[in-house]
């Protein structure tokens, strides 16, 4: 239903009926195959001719735009404040500045929200503003590799475009590069046809904003937007969306990019007014990713062709070693040899065949795989950081994997896993209750319950309406208060563990990504992961049960994306495999943590059954003998406690004995964190007395 809203306008041209009455038009021209064979005309290469044109960037994308994420108007909200936001992080990190976001989003009228997004970042020179934001494909990121959120340089001009397509309002954008430079004020619509900046304010020129008082009342006067910073971007887009809460919302957007960017500070304004921060978790930036040449073994024979072309070095070995990394002057000879060609042969006279050859002596020629300092993982501390500040449980566990590489790309898996505690739909305030369900446009409650909290799966739904009495299929919308009491009740007492599912949250270079996650090789691999041995219930080739929330991080030079609106994943198998492995290390570590959970309780239980029965032989025995009851009772203890305590010993794979105690952070290899029941934490082993806190739990 909301799709059609948007595809609608889009019929225009190229509608086939019209080319057959064309091509009808045109009487003997010679080629008359089509009418003979079919028996009726319908058209020809003339006329197909008179009808083939360039495509330009924008028109593709405007009627496209799904691809971009622009597919529903609820989508296009979130996408548009992602693109603006992950925009700001980049830029800040690239100028190395702790970033600092200001988000707000005001509704404007029925189904049309403004989105205003500022950074404290470097800000963009005058010049580049047009460009940058009335300009499909323009960008700084895309010709290079280095680890960035945006890399298509198709992201923010995009949510521009829709905004002018759905409201006819331009995009406007504030940026400062200095306290003591003017700062530029632009209004600009994107030109669709020939994808190229209208600016609408100043004549064509944009406005120059001077620094301090001065500016401060013009601003105020033409009523724009800004917070005072030194430097910085701002970005306003008006737009049709819709907002609503839950899974896929733009604050589920912040709160996890929040949890990715511990040092990030993220001020929050939502449509109904209600102000959110979260503050940064630490000062420090992560460290700069470097910009990489390509690799060789990722280059592609097509590629290698043109790059051959355009090269404009004399020599082949300094062709080699220029464009790619790895490459060495001894490692440019060997492929040299093994192409059979000249290490000083002009690359510009190189033939088809002679290139086809250079690529196969790459394929063979042994290279040191990529540097690996141009990517950084989030780091297990963080993330078991991170992951506590933002999902309660009680026990984390995360894993970073070394660097690898997939065609010729370095990247770095990381996984964090949080186990236990209430799941999210637990812990709703009843305002927020009343607030969702008001808002939702599921149709039945079963579908509303399943759609908006995460981990719920169709059968946990079900045991809640049932708890609740209420039938699965009544409209959220007409509930009344008695009702809504009832499922509001449910929904916090109902026991969930069994039926919940385990959530995933995916990241790719520190952006959340939320969308089609059924086609994202990171959800594959966790479901082809056997979670069983982990202690965890699975049907196999689904995602596991239980409290559980899995974190899921890839970092790259260039992410690879199953399309351009950034959603999901390929499934190279590279990535896949070491997926696979930062899943199994965490899945070990939480295997431990069930396992001597389970046995801390079966040995309390077993103990506390003793203690009943000894408690009465000591009472019997000393009614017919003369003995000291307590006496007596003492001594059956420490043996009752001696015995359990044999039994329950376990070896370890040499034969020597190992007790629970001795789980320390170093059998979990580290990277992990237990929450007792009065929310104490402790790094298991690092410290006795927390380790004691935590055994006793
Ligand atoms: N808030 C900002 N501050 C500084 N530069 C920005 C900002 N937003 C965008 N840019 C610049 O504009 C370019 C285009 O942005 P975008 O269309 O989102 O593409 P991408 O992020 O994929 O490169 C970026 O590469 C960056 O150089
Ligand atoms: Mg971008």
Not at 171 to 185: E, G, M
Not at 265 to 286: M, N
Request: charged share 25%; hydrophobic share 35%; glycine share 8%.
């Amino acid at each position: 239903m909301e799709r059609k809203g948007i595809v609608i306008s889009e019929k225009k041209e190229g509608d086939p009926q019209e080319g057959a009455i064309q091509a009808a038009k045109i009487p003997s021209n010679g080629d008359t195959r089509n009418a003979s064979s079919t028996g009726n005309a319908r058209t020809t290469a003339q006329a197909l001719a008179a009808k083939q044109r360039e495509i330009s960037v924008s028109e593709f994308f405007a009627k496209n735009r799904h691809l971009l994420g622009f597919d529903n108007p609820r989508k296009a909200l979130l996408t548009t404040v992602k693109e603006a936001v992950d925009n700001a992080l980049d830029a800040c990190e690239e100028a190395g500045i702790l970033p600092e976001v200001w988000v707000q989003i005001q509704p404007t009228g029925e189904n049309r929200f403004r989105v205003d997004v500022q950074d404290n970042g470097p800000g963009i020179v005058k010049k580049q503003i047009p460009l940058i934001f009335g300009k499909l494909l323009y960008g700084s990121k895309f010709h290079r590799l280095r680890m960035s959120r945006g890399q298509q340089g198709i992201g923010i001009s995009a949510a521009g475009m829709y905004g002018l397509l759905t409201t006819g309002k331009p995009v406007k954008i504030v940026s400062k590069i200095a306290r003591t430079k003017p700062a530029h004020y632009y209004e600009i619509q994107i030109d669709t046809k020939r994808n190229v900046p209208e600016i609408l304010n100043g004549r064509g020129e944009g406005e120059d904003i001077p620094p301090n008082d001065a500016g401060r009342q013009y601003m105020e006067k033409r009523g724009i937007a800004w917070i005072e910073v030194d430097h910085g971007t701002r970005v306003t887009i008006e737009l049709e969306a819709r907002y609503q809460r839950g899974r896929g919302s733009v604050d589920e957007y912040l709160e996890l990019t929040a949890l990715a960017n511990p040092h990030v500070t993220i001020h929050y304004q939502d449509p109904e007014g209600q102000e959110t921060t979260y503050p940064r978790l630490t000062e420090q930036l992560p460290p700069e990713p470097k910009e990489i040449k390509p690799h060789p073994y990722g280059v592609e024979l097509g590629v290698l062709a043109s790059m051959v072309r355009e090269s404009g070095v004399k020599t082949l070995s300094q062709f080699l070693t220029d464009s790619f990394s790895r490459v060495s002057a001894g490692g440019a000879r060997r492929i040299c040899e093994a192409a059979k060609l000249s290490s000083r042969a002009n690359p510009r006279r190189l033939g088809r065949q002679e290139v086809e050859a250079l690529y196969q002596a790459i394929q063979q020629t042994r290279i040191p795989p990529p540097a690996t300092d141009c990517v950084w993982p989030i780091g297990e501390e963080l993330l078991l950081r991170a992951l506590h500040q933002m999902v309660p449980a009680e026990f984390y566990a995360a894993a970073t994997r070394p660097p690898a590489v997939y065609r010729g790309n370095p990247f770095i898996i990381e996984v964090g896993l949080a186990y236990g505690g209430a799941p999210p739909i637990q812990r709703i305030s009843r305002e927020a209750f009343e607030e969702i369900i008001a808002e939702t446009d599921a149709r039945t409650l079963r579908q509303f319950l399943a759609s908006t909290f995460d981990g719920m799966g169709a059968s946990a739904a079900d045991k809640i309406l049932q708890e609740a009495q209420l039938p699965r299929r009544i409209m959220p919308d007409n509930l009344n208060e008695d009702q809504r009491n009832r499922l509001y009740e449910a929904m916090r007492n109902v026991n969930l563990f069994e039926g919940q599912t385990m959530t995933v949250l995916r990241y790719a270079n520190r952006v959340p990504l939320l969308f089609q996650a059924g086609a994202c090789a990171i959800t594959q691999t966790i479901m082809q992961t056997n979670w069983r041995t982990y202690g965890l219930q699975q049907t196999r080739g689904s995602l596991p049960t239980g409290p559980v929330t899995v974190m899921v991080h890839i970092a790259s030079v260039w992410v690879p994306f199953t399309s351009e609106s950034k959603e999901a994943i390929a499934a190279y198998p590279e990535i896949q495999k070491e997926l696979r492995l930062a899943l199994q290390a965490v899945g070990r570590k939480l295997g431990m943590y069930l396992r001597r959970r389970q046995r801390a309780q079966h040995e309390g239980q077993r103990r506390n059954l003793f203690l009943r029965y000894l408690g009465e032989v000591a009472t019997a025995v000393s009614v017919i003998t003369p003995v000291d009851r307590e006496k007596l009772y003492e001594k059956l203890v420490s043996v009752a406690k001696r015995k359990t305590a044999e039994a329950d010993v376990e070896l370890d794979e040499h034969g020597r004995p190992v007790t629970p105690q001795e789980l320390s952070a170093e059998d979990y290899g580290g990277g992990v964190l237990v929450v007792d029941p009065d929310g104490n934490l402790s790094f298991p082993g690092s410290d006795p007395a927390a380790e004691q806190a935590e055994t006793s739990a």
